[in-house]
Every structure is written in structure tokens, then in C-alpha cells.
């Protein structure tokens, strides 16, 4: 056993005939077996479940050919976790009902305030973004997570270029400040790097 939720839901990984690690739930005494898609059968292989949050939500990791890649298992679907993308070795730790997500948005997603029409492509993806976290923290309504799109401001970046505003070393210490500041405030809010609320 290596996780448990406050209903006594435990989670844990014990060791096949072959050598493999296979992922268990058990509810009240009856296990289910965890098995992620890609997890190798053969000996150092398989899945592992580390955590169970108050939702059933578990996490974990599995091995397989390719390599080692987190996952968080929600009604029966995985969600497989690779980053950065080509790594070989990812692994999910941990579910926080209470936590903080912080999605990047920009404040070029916001239709009220980005006036100026540039860079068309790009606002329309980040108000792309807006919507489906948006519709995310509506359906999680009743959890107790903050969730924050958050507007870094124009940063001088590869993709900002030299006319930007802020320097990373400007902008990023800001966005960690507002981000950290939201921790066990519930709700969706559009903030900017001064703490600003954007206007949708």
C-alpha cells in the first residue's frame, strides 16, 4: 500500500509471478487492478499507483518499452503524462483536491481588452485556452482548487521579440508571486502578473 484517501480508498503496487509491478485499488477489501496502456509485463516493468485524492482521482507512473511516463487515472480514463515532450522518464506524484492550476493564457485572449486586432492566430488560441479551462473549473465547480489563467505580459522572448515590455527576469518572478498568492483561494480568475483581474 502506498496511498490512501480520506474515504479509506488505498493505492499501492505489489510484484507479478514474472517480476512485473501491477497498480491496485482497494475499496473496503475489493482490489481492482490499475494496468496503464504502454505498461510493460516483463521484470522492472509495469504500473505503480502512488496516490488517491477524496475524487477517486489516482496518480502514478508505469514502465514500459519506451520508458517511464506519469499517468492520473479519472472514471476509467488515463491520462498518460509525458514532459518535456521527447523525455524518457516522467512521473505523477500526487493529487491535491485543494491545490492551485495555473494555465498560461495571455492578455491578448481577452476580447474585451485586446483591442488593437494583432496577432489574430494566436489570440484566438489563447481564448481557445480560455474556454476549455473555463468549462474545466465549471464542471470541478464543487472542489476546493484554485484555478488561474494567468496573463504573463509582452516578455522579451524568442517569440515576444526585443519590443516587449518585460524581461523574463521581470515577468516570471511576478507570475510565481500571483500564483503562489492564489494557493487556498477557490475559484477561476483571469489574473495578470501584477495581480490584476483581466477582463474576459
Do not use: C
Not at 509471478?17 to 521484470?43: C, K, L, N, Q
Not at 504500473?47 to 502514478?60: E, K, P
Not at 476546493?144 to 524581461?167: Q, S, Y
Amino acid at each position: 500500500m502506498v496511498g490512501a484517501n480520506s474515504r479509506g480508498v488505498l493505492v499501492g503496487y505489489y510484484l507479478t509471478a514474472s517480476g512485473a509491478e501491477r497498480a491496485f485499488t482497494d475499496r473496503g477489501g475489493h482490489f481492482t487492478p490499475v494496468d496503464a496502456p504502454g505498461a510493460g509485463r516483463r521484470p522492472g516493468q509495469g504500473t505503480i499507483a502512488v496516490d488517491i485524492n477524496d475524487s477517486g482521482v489516482v496518480a502514478g507512473y508505469y514502465t514500459g518499452r519506451h520508458g517511464k511516463y506519469g499517468f492520473v487515472l479519472r472514471r476509467g480514463r488515463f491520462t498518460i503524462v509525458r514532459y518535456p515532450p521527447g523525455s524518457r522518464s516522467t512521473w505523477a506524484s500526487g493529487v491535491a483536491d485543494n491545490g492551485t492550476i495555473a494555465v498560461m493564457s495571455s492578455g491578448l485572449a481577452s476580447i474585451t481588452e485586446n483591442v488593437a486586432g494583432v496577432w489574430d492566430g494566436y489570440s484566438a488560441s489563447k481564448v481557445a485556452l480560455n474556454m476549455l479551462v473555463r468549462g474545466f473549473a465549471s464542471r470541478h465547480s464543487r472542489r476546493k482548487r484554485a484555478v488561474i489563467l494567468m496573463a504573463p505580459g509582452w516578455v522579451r522572448t524568442d517569440m515576444g521579440g526585443p519590443e516587449a515590455d518585460l524581461d523574463i527576469h521581470e515577468s516570471v518572478p511576478r507570475v510565481v508571486d500571483i500564483v503562489t498568492s492564489q494557493i487556498g483561494r477557490p475559484g477561476l480568475r483571469f489574473l495578470d502578473y501584477t495581480g490584476r483581474t483581466v477582463a474576459w
